[in-house]
């Protein structure tokens, strides 16, 4: 007897919940010959301030968690993926690659977060200082968690690109919200499951799918988002997206035409980019 | 006199739900959601009611009353300023000629458990030092004792101790366990002198909810219709975003109509909510959402 087809609804991911949109909206993601592959989730800009409340919710306690279990926590997700690399293979595949770039893909991904949680306790060291003054004080700076990161997701390798976004946002301590590839967003719902099974504080990392259109403004707008990143190459946009971040001196990231496998695109210089620097005049000599 | 309870509706917790979910159903955009905001900023009893509290938090949250904010345009004053009974004249000289009110909570707040003479003497000092309004707790034990005819005359007394100041009558639904019960109280309190029926102390979980609201806007509505006075309704506790204030003045406008809607018959007693309201009208200015950050904390 033949068996009906079960197949998963992809939801949003929101402070460790999987919410439908508020909107109710959808929109069908379709492969290269034209088929339905998955509906998605439209999300709307007040799913987005929902995301940036639980974001902000979730931030002190994740920038407080300590190097260690940050570390360990990133371990676990790439744990986590590599048990499920068949199903992310297969989305991969189903939204166009072929079998031999999907495998290369999850691959390169799980080693990166790997990557990524062995700098948990180190690009401290890196980034820290300790600067000569000539006054009779000890100065430092050393580096915090930026805050709240908006982050808006490539086209190109879904998965790749989002891990290389999300792994160094949030070992740096922040929480992160993403806005997964638009054409390509089957994966970056099924991290979003990777993520709840992985010690992953619900609210650190959030993921929406939907348009750029409609949601890049509020995400570079919002008061109360510290960082923007942008993948992509409108020039448009970027500069809409600039002038937007200026009204509370966001800093603001973008990443053209990417590759994500370049080594470039795996260096504690990406942790850096949601870091910021706090210097201390300690008086001495007193 | 102590009116009779016996023949009160009786409410079903279900019908109340689906009558709530109705208006919260209501869509209020643009303008008129502007408009409803300020009208509840215009209502707001802004609360401090904490063992922490100093001379200056309170001097702090009386500017706050005065000047919401400095940037946005026609944005009204809070109603009242709400504090313990030793920060009355600091309350009083701090809001002095801007019109604002200053309420203060009396008669053992929270619990209400003391000897009545202590109670009365509460209420007169907080009176007598410049108090505009004074929000009672009732003996919530007395009452579920049914003790009713106490209750009564407790509340009446104090009515009398408090001269010119209006007196709200806090039920503390939280701990009246049902809808009938709150019905009752209100009843209790509405013929014993109450100028204002109040959910709740905001001490106790749960604090207003648009249930009990309900019920209490519904007992004001039948007081009106058989005594043609006009009792005011104030929730506090846990009203803390513009969305739920926008709710509860739908419910009172559909349930008691545009007579009550202003500060002389509806308050929100709220520390927080002012500051939500705030940012959605800057959204709404801007079309940029919030942050917290950029607006006073107290």
């Known amino acids: ?286 | 006199m102590l009116p009779n309870l016996n023949n009160l509706p009786v409410y079903d917790t279900t019908g109340v739900d689906e009558r709530i979910a109705r208006f919260c159903s209501r869509s209020i955009k643009s303008s008129s959601k502007k408009e409803g905001l300020k009208l509840a900023i215009s209502m707001i009893d802004l609360t401090t009611l904490e063992g922490k509290d100093t001379r200056g938090k309170v001097q702090q949250l009386c500017y706050k009353a005065m000047h919401p904010h400095d940037l946005l345009r026609d944005i009204p004053k809070v109603a009242a300023i709400c504090v313990y009974p030793s920060f009355v004249s600091i309350a009083k000289k701090a809001l002095e000629g801007s019109g604002i009110h200053v309420a203060s909570v009396a008669t053992a707040f929270p619990s209400g458990q003391s000897a009545l003479e202590v109670k009365l003497l509460d209420t007169k000092s907080a009176a007598d030092q410049g108090a505009d309004e004074i929000d009672m707790v009732i003996s919530r034990g007395e009452f579920l004792a049914g003790n009713y005819q106490y209750v009564f005359d407790e509340i009446a007394t104090i009515k009398e101790a408090c001269g010119k100041a209006h007196l709200k009558v806090i039920l503390e639904t939280g701990e009246l366990d049902t809808l009938d019960n709150v019905r009752k109280a209100s009843e209790i309190a509405m013929y014993a002198g109450a100028d204002f029926i109040k959910t709740s102390t905001g001490k106790v979980q749960p604090a207003a909810t648009l249930q009990v609201t309900y019920v209490m806007l519904d007992a004001i509505k039948d007081f009106f219709i058989k005594t043609g006075k006009m009792i005011g309704m104030k929730p506090a506790g846990g009203i803390s975003t513009s969305k739920i204030a926008l709710q509860y003045l739908v419910m009172l406008n559909e349930v008691l109509g545009e007579k009550w809607m202003n500060k002389n018959f509806f308050r929100f007693g709220a520390s927080s909510l002012l500051n939500d309201i705030l940012m959605q009208l800057v959204k709404a200015e801007t079309g940029m959402y919030q942050s917290s950050n950029y607006f006073s904390k107290d």
């Not at chain 1, 590599?82 to 992310?88: A, I, L, P, T, V």
């Not at chain 1, 879904?158 to 638009?182: D, F, H, K, Q, Y």
Request: glycine share 6%; aromatic share 8%; charged share 20%.
């Open chain 1, 1 to 286: 007897m033949s068996r009906l087809d079960i197949n998963k609804t992809y939801k949003l991911y929101i402070g460790g919940k999987f919410p439908r949109t508020e909107s109710g909206r959808y929109y069908a993601v379709k492969n290269s010959k034209d088929n339905l592959v998955a509906n998605i989730c439209l999300a709307s800009r007040k799913d987005f301030r929902n995301t940036v409340v639980a974001a902000r919710k979730a931030q002190t306690a994740w920038a407080n968690t300590t190097a260690l279990n940050k570390g360990q926590v990133l371990y676990r997700i790439a744990e986590m993926l590599e048990g499920r690399k068949e199903q992310f293979i297969a989305e991969l595949i189903a939204q166009g690659e072929s079998a031999k770039a999907a495998q290369k893909e999850v691959n390169r991904s799980i080693d990166r977060l790997v990557y990524y949680a062995g700098w948990s306790d180190k690009y401290q060291q890196l980034f820290s200082t300790v600067n000569p003054v000539s006054s009779q004080h000890f100065n430092f700076s050393n580096v915090e968690p930026v805050g709240v990161v908006s982050i808006i997701a490539g086209e190109n390798q879904s998965l790749l690109g989002l891990i290389s976004l999300i792994a160094p946002a949030i070992v740096g301590g922040n929480t992160v919200i993403v806005l997964a590839s638009e054409s390509k967003p089957l994966t970056a719902i099924s991290l979003a499951e990777v993520l709840n099974s992985s010690d992953v504080p619900g609210g650190v990392v959030n993921i929406l799918t939907g348009k750029k259109d409609e949601l890049f403004s509020h995400m570079a707008s919002h008061m109360d988002v510290n960082s923007i990143i942008y993948c992509g190459d409108d020039e448009k946009m970027t500069k809409s997206i600039s002038e937007f971040a200026s009204n509370n001196i966001k800093r603001t990231v973008f990443f053209k035409k990417n590759d994500w496998y370049n080594e470039q695109n795996e260096s504690p210089y990406i942790i850096e980019k949601t870091l910021e620097l706090k210097t201390t005049w300690h008086p001495t000599g007193i």
